[in-house]
């Protein structure tokens, strides 16, 4: 394979041994070799398993449903697919498993996605900056400019490879030259990326900017009930579906952080969405309504204000107002993307409306890809979840995909942790996050540590002493960063607008409060019914549950209540004493990571080695950082020592 300028992730296939008397061959049947699909599949096999002589049948079987597909292994290897997505996703899989060094005429293998919709948010923006990106610029664009070239095709390669569907190419900021997309200048560069991504059974997105009237029709309002603005919507979206028949439809981010919306003349989320959604119902195009709503200036000082109510307090309401090619995505938690959160309690409190669950791959609160962060598990936690919203089968997982109230559209979603580094993803251990994402959405049974062992053997070398070391740290590192960082559901604590690094009272948007709620006595924010009342936002048992802190799990206790320094927690450890110990620990753990990285040199490339090396480096300097200032500032606020006597100023 010809030498590239970037890392093939877990799709090196060069690095097999290569013996070049032996070819794979591929055979179809039921399935045309030109369908594009198809002929990725045929690709991706020869090239994946160019050192074999195996034969590979790719069958059609009509009884298999939309994008399943079923292996048998013998003496020829057959993948039977429902259609052609699933053609690709088997082809991947028998790839996979023979670069993981399983036998794959033994492979014998049924698989269906848990959740229809399987996509990646990028917030990537025109100019080739990415909003929260953490691995350099972004590879779609370049000074206003859509770049496609072989790099995106293997963009498009992995992420087909782990089963994502869909892609939102743009940031859900809409910035003025985003807003574009949906003209003349951009169509022909989007048509060729759409069949890019077509090429590999992905549907390409866009996020919209909801005053497009005002900002590209010049009108003055964009109320989504005014007549005027539904036509030029209606006009609009003609004209992208005439120019761009495959797109799978919009992303839309209203009402939140200065984005315009529906709120500004009085309208619902419900009626915002549902006007776009009946405009591009006919062209079988779907509207992403995101339910990251909130006032951002709110006046933390009012005890009862909650910026964590305000997803329920807005979205729940409208349950069964959206319309059916309207689907909700809901973010993991009530507040956003910290390292511990309380499931949202839209998700399954919503029962009539289609809903999907958004996540974030992109390191944002969680250490931006320099400090080691597997988020697999946490994403496990969040899908095991039991909302209670019926007697069985409320899981988020049983949500999401649709199989609890039968809903078509369903889903999963990330904010993707993608950039132009050499290594994608900043880190070479952050694409962990990257392939484990697209896995767990695929297949929302598959353990944290079976994905985190598949990506570490399809992305190295390694003798199993070193691959076994490797899974560990990758299945420690979420706790240890949430040890010397922000233990007990606190959250937050990071430097405003930056989100890395400790800054106790660092508050976002205004001049008022700080996300602790921290005082003399004690620390956390009361979300009781004594409280904000956050915790009636959820079924029984877990209202009565979160409502009370003898019964709330301990590792969301300050997410729920404001409790006292002396608070004995269920070690026998005063709360205070816990926040000293975690941070100690945390900050001990990070530079054990630190140390057993040094194991790997000579073991994976040079360049990996060194690049994961000065990212731990970074890493102890962090946790010190936070151990330090955490500490010294709970100290200084409680005048209680740590009962270890160690150094706190
Ligand atoms: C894209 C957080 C981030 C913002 C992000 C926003 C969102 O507030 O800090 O960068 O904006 O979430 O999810 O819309």
């Known amino acids: 394979m010809a030498e590239k300028n970037w890392s093939q992730l877990w799709l090196d296939y060069s690095r097999k041994k290569h013996d070049s008397s032996l070819e794979c061959t591929v055979k179809c049947e039921g399935f045309s070799e030109e369908n594009r699909v198809i002929n990725s599949a045929v690709k991706e096999l020869k090239a994946g398993l160019f050192d074999s002589s195996l034969v590979v049948i790719i069958k059609k079987n009509e009884a298999l449903s939309k994008e399943s597909y079923s292996i048998k292994g013998g003496a020829s290897v057959e993948i039977e697919a429902g259609d052609e997505?699933?053609?690709?996703?088997?082809?991947?899989?028998?790839?996979?498993?023979?670069?993981?060094?399983?036998?794959?005429?033994?492979?014998?293998?049924?698989?269906?996605?848990?959740?229809?919709?399987?996509?990646?948010?990028?917030?990537?923006?025109?100019?080739?900056?990415?909003?929260?990106?953490?691995?350099?610029?972004?590879?779609?664009?370049?000074?206003?400019?859509?770049?496609?070239?072989?790099?995106?095709?293997?963009?498009?390669?992995?992420?087909?490879?782990?089963?994502?569907?869909?892609?939102?190419?743009?940031?859900v900021n809409v910035k003025w030259a985003a807003s574009y997309l949906i003209t003349d200048r951009y169509f022909d560069d989007l048509v060729k990326l759409s069949e890019l991504f077509n090429d590999y059974g992905i549907k390409l997105f866009l996020s919209l900017n909801f005053a497009s009237p005002i900002e590209l029709g010049g009108l003055e309002i964009c109320d989504p009930l005014d007549e005027k603005v539904i036509d030029w919507w209606k006009d609009k979206i003609k004209e992208v579906y005439d120019r761009l028949p495959g797109l799978?439809?919009?992303?839309?981010?209203?009402?939140?952080?200065?984005?315009?919306?529906?709120?500004?003349?009085?309208?619902?989320?419900?009626?915002?969405?549902?006007?776009?959604?009946?405009?591009?119902?006919?062209?079988?195009?779907?509207?992403?309504?995101?339910?990251?709503?909130?006032?951002?200036?709110?006046?933390?000082?009012?005890?009862?204000?909650?910026?964590?109510?305000?997803?329920y307090d807005y979205f729940k309401g409208l349950d069964g107002e959206y319309h059916d090619n309207v689907i909700l995505q809901i973010k993991n938690g009530p507040m956003d993307f910290q390292i511990r959160e309380p499931v949202s309690p839209l998700l399954g409190g919503l029962t009539k409306t289609n809903q999907m669950l958004e996540v974030q791959i992109a390191q944002e609160y969680?250490?931006?890809?320099?400090?080691?962060?597997?988020?697999?598990?946490?994403?496990?936690?969040?899908?095991?979840?039991?909302?209670?919203?019926?007697?069985?089968?409320?899981?988020?997982?049983?949500?999401?995909?649709?199989?609890?109230?039968?809903?078509?559209?369903?889903?999963?979603?990330?904010?993707?942790?993608?950039?132009?580094?050499?290594?994608?993803?900043?880190?070479?251990?952050?694409?962990?996050?990257?392939?484990?994402?697209?896995?767990?959405?695929?297949?929302?049974?598959?353990?944290?540590?079976?994905?985190?062992?598949?990506?570490?053997?399809?992305?190295?070398?390694?003798?199993?002493?070193?691959?076994?070391?490797?899974?560990?740290?990758?299945?420690?590192?979420?706790?240890?960063?949430?040890?010397y960082t922000s233990p007990l559901g606190i959250g937050w604590m990071v430097n405003p607008g930056v989100h890395y690094g400790p800054s106790v009272d660092g508050y976002e948007y205004s001049r008022w409060g700080t996300y602790h709620r921290a005082d003399h006595l004690g620390i956390g924010v009361d979300r009781s019914d004594k409280g904000t009342g956050y915790a009636q936002q959820y079924y029984e048992p877990n209202a009565s549950a979160y409502n009370d802190p003898n019964t709330c799990p301990e590792e969301l206790l300050l997410f729920f209540h404001h409790i006292p320094y002396t608070w004995k927690l269920k070690t026998g450890k005063t709360l205070i004493q816990h926040i000293y110990d975690s941070h100690f620990q945390g900050y001990e753990e990070a530079k054990k990571l630190a140390e057993d990285w040094k194991a790997f040199e000579g073991k994976v490339p040079e360049r990996t080695f060194n690049c994961v090396s000065h990212r731990f480096e970074m890493q102890v300097d962090n946790a010190h950082e936070w151990c330090d200032q955490v500490n010294s500032y709970f100290f200084r606020k409680s005048g209680i020592p740590d009962e270890k006597g160690r150094d706190i100023f």
């Not at 996703?89 to 293998?109: E, N, Q, W």
């Not at 990028?122 to 206003?144: A, L, P, Q, T």
């Not at 490879?161 to 743009?170: E, L, P």
């Open 85 to 171: 997505n699933g053609a690709l996703y088997g082809a991947f899989h028998v790839i996979r498993s023979a670069m993981t060094g399983d036998d794959v005429s033994k492979l014998s293998v049924s698989k269906t996605p848990s959740n229809p919709l399987r996509m990646m948010n990028h917030w990537d923006n025109m100019d080739g900056s990415i909003e929260r990106g953490y691995s350099g610029n972004s590879f779609f664009y370049e000074k206003d400019t859509i770049i496609v070239n072989d790099r995106t095709r293997d963009y498009v390669r992995f992420m087909a490879s782990i089963g994502i569907n869909g892609v939102v190419i743009n940031n």
């Open 248 to 311: 799978g439809g919009f992303l839309v981010k209203a009402d939140s952080e200065g984005r315009p919306g529906p709120f500004t003349y009085g309208r619902t989320q419900a009626d915002g969405a549902n006007m776009l959604g009946d405009i591009i119902a006919p062209y079988g195009g779907i509207i992403i309504w995101r339910c990251f709503v909130y006032n951002c200036t709110q006046d933390w000082r009012d005890y009862k204000t909650d910026r964590a109510r305000a997803g």
């Open 366 to 483: 969680t250490g931006h890809q320099i400090d080691l962060c597997y988020l697999i598990p946490m994403f496990r936690e969040i899908l095991e979840f039991r909302t209670y919203c019926q007697e069985s089968n409320d899981t988020v997982a049983d949500i999401v995909s649709g199989r609890a109230f039968g809903n078509k559209l369903a889903g999963m979603a990330a904010v993707i942790n993608t950039g132009n580094d050499f290594n994608w993803t900043g880190n070479d251990l952050a694409a962990a996050n990257l392939y484990g994402f697209g896995r767990l959405a695929f297949d929302t049974d598959l353990s944290s540590e079976e994905i985190a062992r598949e990506w570490v053997r399809l992305t190295f070398d390694l003798e199993k002493d070193l691959e076994d070391k490797l899974v560990e740290m990758l299945l420690n590192s979420r706790e240890i960063y949430e040890r």
